[in-house]
Structure formats: C-alpha cells, structure tokens
C-alpha cells in the first residue's frame, strides 16, 4: 500500500494554519487503533501549545487519557466491528 509512515503537511489559511496528518496502512481494521492514538497525540500538542505541562499519554499510559473510548468511538464512526 506504498509508504506507512504518516506525512504531515501545514497550510495557510488567512491568519490559521491547518495541519493536515495523512498516515496510510495496509490493515483497515487497525484504523480505530491509529486514530484513537493520533487522537491522544494532538490532545497533547494542543495542551502543549497552550501553555500546560502534559503527561505522558503512549504506550499504557494510553488506557489513562481515554484510548479504549476514543478506539470504540472510532470503531463505530467507521464502521468497523471491533473483536469479542
């Protein structure tokens, strides 16, 4: 499926910037698992940008800030059946 490493872009947009993430992968069943991740990851960057000192939200630290949520919310808005 060609390169799986995420790309990042930044575009002007008058006085914003968009961030535009594109991160492909081979295995469609894996997308609520990288979307609930990326999902922590800029709730990090946001808070980051702001001013507050965020913890660490990889790895098991994950489970602590929502992962299982976020993953069940993505599995549904994709329409992907998650595992028993």
């Not at 995420?6 to 008058?14: I, S, T």
């Not at 990326?38 to 702001?50: N, P, R, Y």
Request: a neutral charge.
């Amino acid at each position: 499926m060609g390169n799986r490493h995420p790309a990042w872009e930044l575009n002007g947009d008058g006085e914003k910037t968009i961030l535009v993430l594109r991160h492909r992968f081979a295995d469609r069943k894996q997308a609520p698992s990288y979307a609930a991740g990326w999902h922590l990851c800029f709730d990090g960057l946001v808070g980051t940008l702001a001013g507050k000192r965020m913890p660490s939200m990889v790895g098991h630290n994950a489970y602590n800030h929502g992962w299982r949520e976020l993953y069940e919310q993505y599995a549904e808005k994709l329409g992907i059946e998650l595992p028993e």
